[in-house]
T-cell receptor, first 118, second 115 residues
Framework: DTGVSQDPRHKITKRGQNVTFRCDPI?????LYWYRQTLGQGPEFLTY????????KSRLLSDRFSAERPKGSFSTLEIQRTEQGDSAMYLC????????????????FGPGTRLTVL | AQSVAQPEDQVNVAEGNPLTVKCTYS??????LFWYVQYPNRGLQFLLK??????LVKGSYGFEAEFNKSQTSFHLKKPSALVSDSALYFC?????????????FGRGTSLIVHP
């Protein structure tokens, strides 16, 4: 299967600990997105990369959050000093930037990482 | 600014009956509109999108959606519902004239198809 993959699928941690999630996008996709989803809500945008450049960050992305995409392939999202309010599903998506023709690149999502902060 | 509303938290329909999941949007320019489906403990799966052209868009699993510019709506439809269609459905919009490539998602509508 060549879809978006995320690791781990589940993470339980204690408040104050650091956690790191990994996302592997579809191989030919040059854009990668991170979202957070809580119960009863749609995905909320956190940040996105085009190749290795982080082009946009949401105000939801506090200083405790950092994301990288060092070689324009996989990406990591780190949360430092986790808080109970960080408990959520963290979704990664990827898309291919269309330089001509049909625009409105479609995002394809991974299965998500469910974080529980105790 | 862009926004999307899914006015129904839950839609109930009997198997074999037609279904409609509603979505309305607001953008400054022309919209790009998307529907996704999410099964329990899974990520979102792309169903269909409207970029330009025909107002009726056909997508995966027999779903279709109709773009209505005057009513700023993009309702998801299926002629005959299956029990396996039971899931959470999300509508998303992106302003084609904006500088951001980030869509805004609705809160989701839970579709329950009864046998």
């Amino acid at each position: 299967d060549t879809g978006v993959s995320q690791d781990p699928r589940h993470k339980i941690t204690k408040r104050g600990q650091n956690v790191t999630f990994r996302c592997d996008p579809i191989s030919e996709h040059n854009r990668l997105y991170w979202y957070r989803q809580t119960l009863g809500q749609g995905p909320e945008f956190l940040t996105y990369f085009q190749n290795e450049a982080q082009l946009e960050k949401s105000r939801l992305l506090s200083d405790r959050f950092s994301a990288e995409r060092p070689k324009g392939s996989f990406s990591t999202l780190e949360i430092q000093r986790t808080e109970q309010g960080d408990s959520a599903m963290y979704l990664c998506a990827s898309s291919f930037r269309e330089t001509s023709g049909i625009k409105g690149d479609t995002q394809y999502f991974g299965p998500g990482t469910r974080l529980t902060v105790l | 600014a862009q926004s999307v509303a899914q006015p129904e938290d839950q839609v109930n329909v009997a198997e074999g009956n037609p279904l409609t999941v509603k979505c309305t949007y607001s953008v400054s320019g022309n919209p790009y509109l998307f529907w996704y489906v999410q099964y329990p403990n899974r990520g979102l799966q792309f169903l269909l999108k409207y970029i330009t052209g025909d107002n009726l868009v056909k997508g995966s699993y027999g779903f279709e959606a109709e773009f209505n510019k005057s009513q700023t709506s993009f309702h998801l439809k299926k002629p005959s519902a299956l029990v396996s269609d039971s899931a959470l459905y999300f509508c998303a919009v992106r302003d084609s004239s904006g500088g951001s490539y980030i869509p805004t998602f609705g809160r989701g509508t839970s579709l329950i198809v009864h046998p």
